[in-house]
């Protein structure tokens, strides 16, 4: 973490003539969740339109990404890559080339396929896919029907194969975001959209405390946790979920099964970028505690995991030793 004083020399150097500087943020409602921005700069209007950048990139995102959009370019891609290879954007081709990498890496428990089932839920109006559904749309769950060629073509190669960023796109927009705030000259602030956040610099001499929801108590926090310069998402069976028959049915999907993965009920996930956290946090709570802590300690250094188990345990990756 950057010592305090060399913060203070960074600001007057950059802006000798203004006084002290001050915080500056913003709340939206982007992407189905709520993107907050908050910077400390000493120029506010220069802060207001980093703010107001990021913000407006997060909207083209999800107008470029969201499977409910049905101008995006991932329905598009959705309703034509069985057919034909479909020529997408260099950036969304290169967000399915991060998600196959994960897809990889973890075994498929990271999979962008998992929606060819996983579309059949509606977590609002309490609908799980019924078995006909699940066993037509169970083969097209696997990340190698989906064949990226380069620069930039799509092929799906089962015709029941659909795709949904969801697990992945709000660390990507995070880590954008962080871009633009950097290329603004910002040196302090962070960017959260729903359970994913990265953080530059620290809260001006202090950390930043980011709480852990307690999976099972509205409002209360599990841990809290000081940090600084650091990319966080957490994953939990209780952002997006519905109850029927004692079974609670949510977000996360097992792509082995095309049902709710319920081995955990959350897990937060410590690292350089938000792209990666947000992918880990997924593909964690689909393996569970010991193969997705193995997961973290055998391929992720530098990467730390805390899994709060069915039964409200908390798990910590071999780097947060301490804490256990
Ligand atoms: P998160 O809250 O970051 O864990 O993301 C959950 C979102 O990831 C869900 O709403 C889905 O859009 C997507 N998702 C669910 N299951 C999977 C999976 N097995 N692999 C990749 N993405 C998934
Ligand atoms: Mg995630």
Redesign the pocket.
Same mark, same amino acid.
């Given at each position: 973490m950057r010592s305090r004083i060399g913060v203070l020399l960074l600001a007057v150097s950059v802006s000798a003539a203004s006084s002290a500087g001050e915080w500056i943020a913003d709340t939206q409602a982007i992407m189905g969740t709520r993107v907050h921005v908050e910077v400390y700069h000493d120029d506010a209007a220069l802060a207001r339109s980093a703010i107001a950048a990021v913000m407006a990139d997060m909207r083209r995102i999800d107008a470029s990404m969201s499977?409910y959009i049905e101008a995006s370019e991932l329905s598009m891609m959705n309703r034509e890559a069985a057919t034909h290879a479909v020529t997408v954007s260099p950036e969304l081709f290169g967000l399915l080339q991060r #998600?196959l990498e994960? #897809?990889v890496v973890?075994d498929?428990?990271?999979?962008?396929?998992?929606?060819s089932a996983?579309r059949y839920y509606d977590y609002r109006a309490s609908i799980a896919p019924d078995a006909a559904t699940l066993e037509a749309t169970l083969p097209a769950?696997d990340y190698r029907h989906l064949e990226l060629i380069e620069p930039n073509l799509v092929r799906y190669h089962h015709p029941a194969v659909y795709v949904?960023?969801?697990?992945?796109?709000?660390?990507y927009a995070v880590d954008r975001g962080i871009a633009i705030l950097q290329a603004h000259g910002i040196v302090e602030g962070i960017v959260e959209a729903?359970?994913?956040s990265r953080i530059i610099g620290d809260r001006h001499g202090r950390p930043w405390n980011v709480g852990v929801k307690d999976p099972r108590k509205d409002g209360a926090m599990a841990v809290l946790l000081p940090l600084a310069n650091t990319a966080v998402?957490?994953?939990?069976d209780y952002?997006?979920y519905f109850e029927k028959d004692g079974v609670r049915y949510h977000?996360?999907?097992?792509?082995d099964t095309g049902d709710s993965?319920r081995a955990v009920r959350s897990?937060t996930i410590l690292g350089p970028e938000a792209t990666m956290t947000?992918?880990l946090?997924?593909?964690v709570?689909?393996l569970g505690v010991e193969k997705g802590i193995e997961l973290i300690d055998e391929h992720f250094p530098g990467v730390d995991a805390i899994v709060i188990d069915g039964d409200g345990r908390m798990h910590y990756s071999a780097n947060l030793e301490p804490l256990r």
């Open positions: 499977p #998600s994960f #897809s973890t498929g428990a990271f999979d962008v396929t998992f929606a996983g769950i949904d960023l969801g697990g992945i796109a709000k660390g729903g359970g994913d998402s957490t994953s939990g952002e997006r977000h996360i999907i097992d792509p993965a897990v947000d992918a946090s997924t593909s709570f689909v």
